[in-house]
């Protein structure tokens, strides 16, 4: 409001005051045409439509009329005709002004509580699109932006919502797991509050009507992770064991309906860990399965997430979000990072094998297709739970991404492929121990085609750039992880091809 308005006609300074000069609302366009134009209200009414339905005849029709009315009234046309570019233009944006001023009521509530109550606002928000899996990923990524964690569901704590913990944790909602149905939630909930948490995977057998939480619920519980806080086996062990536990809590029910107690039931409330069958011998699942099987069961990674340890790839190498379509524009030529969670071949009009693939970042999916000759070059690094780096063309499809496949690299190759220089900033009071082990560390490096450059820095005021051209390195994983445990992650920086 400090920079004096310009208005294309005086007669518009009484209409568009109250937004600075700027046409906001459909009220407007009808305030225009009937003061300008010299349009009868229903009239304008009708113009205002057609602007909403980006009708092109009837525009170019409203646009005649409009100039003609407005020279009637005084206007010259070169005015009239920048009055009618600049409605056009608002047909972009606008609404009525009973809908802006909800919009804008609504908007700063949510505002406020996103600011002041964050966490209480997420879980809210999460709850709200349980059944959309795309949503809540975009919801897990906010909150991680804002220091927010989402912790696994947890038969002893999940309500059926997501839920607060404190300020900066919320536990994840059972509801959202599938194959757990409402009903389920309520039976462990249930028994939950009359006889307190539940021990391991047999006293939940035990208490639970299993009619209600069946074996596929019990299943789906454990591969989500729901388990883990009992510590009672690791999910492997707890997914072999299932039928037993269940079993176990038939038995345990019809012998408790049947009054055969126990010795050492008749002195305590509940049995003894000792009277617990052992779980079976296996292997633990390692990460990759485990995300897996979370995934399967929730729609995506809770626990992790299997790009985490090529967190530096994704924040170097990524030029779009996978789960934000509104981040590129349709024929951009994009570099993303991702995991390959889905995947199908088909044959193209001339019977060649083409792929069409989902990859997957923190923020969401997109759908990419490899056509037969990308395939042909690529189809070594492209499969299920593949970690890649793939540079296509993006497009828009609706709220999602399509990429046209161009080129594939495994996430673990990136880093010597793609990172052109290494920018490492030292502080001129470091320690001389601190120098040498730099020095040190770029001697032993293995030789590649990076480039080393130095920035000095006294108190935070850049001194002196070195750029070592001579001692080309590769810039491998080890080495970078060596160079931020010696001066910080804040002070090395990975400049891409």
């Not at 407007?28 to 009937?34: E, K, P």
């Not at 795309?134 to 964690?149: A, N, P």
Request: aromatic share 8%.
């Amino acid at each position: 409001g400090r920079k004096p308005i310009e208005y294309l006609h005086p007669k518009l300074e009484p209409i568009l005051k109250e937004t600075f000069g700027i046409v906001v609302y459909q009220e407007h366009v009808m305030q225009i045409a009937n003061q300008i134009a010299g349009f009868p209200l229903a009239k304008a009414d009708l113009m205002r439509r057609a602007m909403g339905k980006k009708d092109k005849e009837l525009m170019a029709k409203q646009r005649n009329e409009f100039i003609d009315g407005a020279v009637k009234n005084g206007v010259d046309k070169k005015t009239a005709e920048e009055i009618f570019d600049m409605l056009e233009k608002f047909a972009s944006y606008g609404f009525n002004k009973s809908h802006a001023v909800a919009y804008a009521y609504l908007a700063y509530q949510t505002a406020y509580l996103k600011a002041h109550f964050p966490a209480e606002f997420m879980a809210a928000t999460m709850s709200s699109e349980l059944n959309n899996t795309d949503k809540i990923v975009q919801f897990i990524e906010d909150c991680r932006r804002m220091g927010i964690k989402v912790l696994p569901p947890d038969v002893n704590e999940s309500n059926l919502d997501f839920t607060v913990i404190n300020q900066k944790t919320i536990r994840f909602g059972l509801g959202a797991i599938k194959n757990v149905g409402e009903n389920a939630v309520n039976e462990i909930i249930r028994v939950r509050n009359e006889g307190g948490k539940f021990k391991n995977l047999f006293d939940f057998c035990a208490r639970v009507d299993l009619r209600v939480v069946n074996k596929r619920a019990i299943e789906s519980l454990i591969q989500a992770g729901a388990f883990d806080s009992l510590n009672c086996g690791h999910r492997a062990q707890l997914l072999q064991a299932v039928e037993m536990a269940m079993n176990y809590g038939e038995k345990t029910k019809k012998d408790k309906k049947n009054g055969q107690v126990g010795l050492f039931d008749l002195f305590s409330n509940s049995s003894t860990e000792e009277n617990y069958p052992p779980l079976p011998n296996v292997e633990p699942w390692s990460e990759m399965e485990k995300l897996s099987y979370e995934r399967n069961v929730l729609g995506f990674y809770v626990s992790g997430h299997p790009l985490m340890r090529y967190f530096d790839e994704v924040q170097t190498f990524s030029t779009a979000k996978l789960g934000d379509p509104d981040s590129v524009h349709d024929g951009e030529i994009v570099r993303v990072c991702g995991v390959i969670t889905d995947m199908e071949t088909k044959l193209d009009k001339n019977k060649n094998q083409m792929l069409i693939f989902e990859l997957e970042d923190f923020t969401g999916k997109a759908e990419c297709v490899a056509f037969s000759d990308v395939y042909k070059n690529y189809s070594r690094h492209l499969y299920v739970e593949a970690l890649v780096l793939v540079t296509g063309e993006a497009k828009k499809q609706g709220n999602s991404l399509r990429i046209t496949v161009k080129e594939v690299c495994p996430l673990e190759e990136a880093k010597e492929r793609f990172i052109h220089k290494v920018i490492i900033t030292v502080d001129k009071n470091e320690t001389p121990e601190k120098v040498e082990k730099l020095s040190e560390l770029l001697r032993k490096c293995e030789e590649g085609n990076c480039i080393i450059e130095i920035d000095v820095v006294n108190s935070g005021t850049f001194v002196q750039k070195f750029e070592i051209p001579y001692n080309l390195v590769k810039p491998s994983t080890d080495l970078i992880n060596s160079l931020k445990e010696l001066f910080g992650e804040r002070n090395i920086k990975l400049i891409p091809k």
